[in-house]
Each structure stands twice: as structure tokens, then as C-alpha cells.
């Protein structure tokens, strides 16, 4: 079955940069778009980044645009999220979702703060 395991979550301080890793198994990765996620105490799940299953395509929320970057590795099965210039509203659950199937990770924690 299809299976998403995030990480690379944690607590950074304002400015800092944090990269997420997705593994994911139970599918053809390679034929695959894939997304990120984000979700806030008390907010509704919002979407990140996207990526083509080539890596050859990305689009991204407005609110990360210029500070975050999606990318994959096809021959490890995994999608990366790179976050750089976090600032505290970036607090939240990221996601990685499969939107083929609407499969869902765990979750991995970011915290941005002083």
C-alpha cells in the first residue's frame, strides 16, 4: 500500500533553513506528482509546493514563493522540501500528499522561533 514518511522537521529560529524529506513506497514514484502541505494550530490545511513527476514542473504558494524549494530524486523515491528564510508564521504540521490516490504522511513538526 501506498506509504509517505516525513521528516527533517524541528525548532529553527527566524531566518534559518530546515530541508523535509519524504520516502515514500507502494507506488510508481517516478510516474508520480507529489505536493506539500502545511497545516497551522487553528488554520486550514494549505497547500506549499507542487512538483511534476519529471521535477520538471513546481509551483508554489504565494506565501513561500522565492524562500522554499521542491524538488525529487526519482531513483530514491522521495520528495525534498527546502526552506530557507523561515520566518514564525512557517509554523506548522508539513505534509506530503500523493494526490493521485490522496494519500497522506504523518506529519513532521516545524517550528520557526527565538
Known sequence: ???LVESG?????????LRLSCVTSGFTFSIASMRW????????RELVAR???????????ESVKGRF??????AKN?????MDNL?????AVYYCNLPATNSWGQ?????VSS
Open 1 to 3: 500500500q501506498v506509504q
Open 9 to 17: 522537521g524541528g525548532l529553527v529560529q527566524p531566518g534559518g533553513s
Open 37 to 44: 502541505y502545511r497545516q497551522a494550530p487553528g488554520k486550514e
Open 51 to 61: 512538483i511534476s513527476s519529471s521535477g520538471g514542473s513546481t509551483n508554489y504558494g
Open 69 to 74: 524549494t521542491i524538488s525529487r530524486d526519482n
Open 78 to 82: 522521495t520528495v525534498y522540501l527546502q
Open 87 to 91: 520566518k514564525p508564521e512557517d509554523t
Open 107 to 111: 506529519g513532521t513538526q516545524v517550528t
